[in-house]
């Protein structure tokens, strides 16, 4: 009834009526990448409010509360005086790769959604290597913390940009190897076959089958998008910012902007390696339509990154390094090792 | 033994699947420069000196800002591009796993055993102590 996927379907007929399969192509490529911008950008948009707000209720204070109802058009204040300000860009600085490391940073957070499933049929392209892909992809972010690091001629950056790297590259390796897990018992790289395997009850979704590796997943990707209590790279009473410090008006924008894109990122890789993807919980419930579900689980997701956030202190670098890769490490091995013997002896 | 070519694609319909990764390249490039052109429009841009003065709290800047760091950064990126390489090779093992039956289990475990012993080899020699 709401179902999204006739719709687009109807659009995909119309097209395919009036151009040749190689104009349909970059057509629809033009279209959907509009859609899902559109879409990522009112998703921050409410991210960022939702945010405040949540950490706001935590404290025992308000939160945003005079622009609009109870402050909803907070982040849509911000973001028009952020186009306004100021752009300084540091006299020293290396003018070329401190204006791009913004732009990798944001594309690379973006096109993970090429093959994320939002519900039934609504998927950019099912892509054979799904889920590889998107954590190839997102990794790139490292590349732009790096380069905004560098290019910014300034110590706090330089120091906040090499923590980064190190954080992120060393939770990579757990993060990678926790999904493989799911990836022996799906036997498929291709997100949409990945969901369409936990079809039924709430019991088929992987999270039952893989616990240990949904709890390594789940940490591991909470460093990688650099959240409290993994957020070294910004500590804000050690690095001033990190790595970017010297970032001011709409180049610090689209830092942020990738970062809650981010969270809805690992959100949907969660969501959908582990937690049934569009499916609902019990079959009865699947008069509610598929996107809604996956929407709803997604955002549930972040919230409770949202709740680690403002539970959590921060680790020190020390131990952070020393989680990733002494007691992260292992547990991936482990479970790689106990899915192994599982998936053979049954 | 099922028929591990089955889906293999042809050259068009990879075509088909990646263009959509090189356009969207294409849109989140130009939409980030754009949103940038449109901001150079509106904002102000007054800079002096002091402004373009690096931020060092406040004070003015000691020295360069390219300065040595720990060697420590280094050592972990090495072992970062050993682990991730070797996890590149388990997932093509990882999707055959199940129809390759007793002979990938041990196959595995070789080879995750290795991977055991390098990072147990990297923690004894202290490699992966963060000081």
Request: some cysteine; overall charge negative; proline content about 4%.
């Amino acid at each position: 009834m709401l179902e999204l996927r006739p719709i687009f379907d109807a659009i995909g007929e119309f097209l395919n009526s009036i151009l040749p399969e190689f104009w349909v192509t970059i057509v629809s490529a033009f279209g959907t990448g509009a859609i899902i911008l559109g879409v990522a950008s009112v998703f921050v948009l409410f991210f960022v409010w939702w945010e405040r707000k949540v950490s706001a209720h935590m404290q025992q204070r308000y939160g945003p509360m005079r622009t609009g109802w109870h402050g909803w058009l907070q982040t849509i204040a911000d973001g028009v005086k952020l186009l306004q300000k100021e752009d300084l860009i540091p006299r020293d600085a290396d003018k070329l790769v401190y204006l791009f490391a913004p732009v990798v940073c944001f594309v690379a957070a973006f096109l993970a959604y090429v093959t994320i499933p939002f519900g039934e049929g609504l998927i950019v392209q099912d892509l054979n290597i799904g889920i590889l892909y998107i954590i190839a992809i997102t990794t790139f972010t490292v590349v732009s913390l790096l380069m905004a690091g560098w290019a910014s001629h300034n110590k706090w950056s330089l120091l906040g940009g090499m923590r980064s790297a190190a954080q992120i590259i060393s939770y990579e390796v757990p993060l990678s190897l926790s999904l493989i897990g799911v990836i022996m018992i799906a036997e498929t790289l291709s997100m949409v076959s990945i969901v369409v395997q936990q079809e039924g009850w709430f019991w088929n979704w992987y999270v039952f089958r893989q616990p240990l590796g949904f709890i390594v997943y789940y940490i591991a990707a909470t460093a990688e998008a650099n959240r409290t209590p993994f957020d070294i790279p910004e500590a804000e009473q050690e690095l001033v910012a990190g790595y970017n410090v010297e970032y001011s008006g709409m180049k610090w924008a689209m830092f942020f902007f990738a970062e809650y894109i981010n969270m809805l990122t690992i959100s949907a890789i969660a969501v959908t390696l582990f937690f049934g993807g569009w499916h609902a919980p019990a079959p009865f419930l699947d008069f509610i339509p598929s996107w809604i579900w996956f929407v709803g689980k997604c955002l549930l997701s972040v919230f409770v990154l949202m709740w680690f956030r403002w539970t959590y202190p921060r680790v020190r670098v020390d131990q952070l390094m020393a989680f990733a890769w002494k007691f992260m490490l292992p547990l991936a091995f482990v479970n790689i090792i106990l899915t192994g013997f599982g998936i053979y002896l049954f | 033994m099922p028929d591990r070519f089955a889906g293999r694609l042809t050259a068009l319909e990879m075509f088909g699947n990646y263009a959509y990764t090189g356009i969207w390249l294409l849109i989140g490039v130009g939409f980030v420069l754009v949103t940038f052109w449109f901001a150079s429009l509106i904002r102000p841009q007054r800079p002096n000196p002091t402004k373009l003065e690096n931020y060092e709290c406040g004070e003015m800047p000691l020295s360069a800002s390219y300065l040595q760091f720990n060697v420590k950064y280094y050592i972990f990126a090495l072992i970062f591009v050993i682990f991730d390489v070797e996890v590149v090779f388990l997932f093509p093992w990882a999707v055959v796993y199940n129809s390759l039956g007793l002979f990938a289990l041990i196959e595995m475990l070789v080879f995750l055993l290795i991977l055991i012993f390098g990072l147990a080899y990297a923690w004894k020699k202290g490699a992966l102590q963060w000081v």
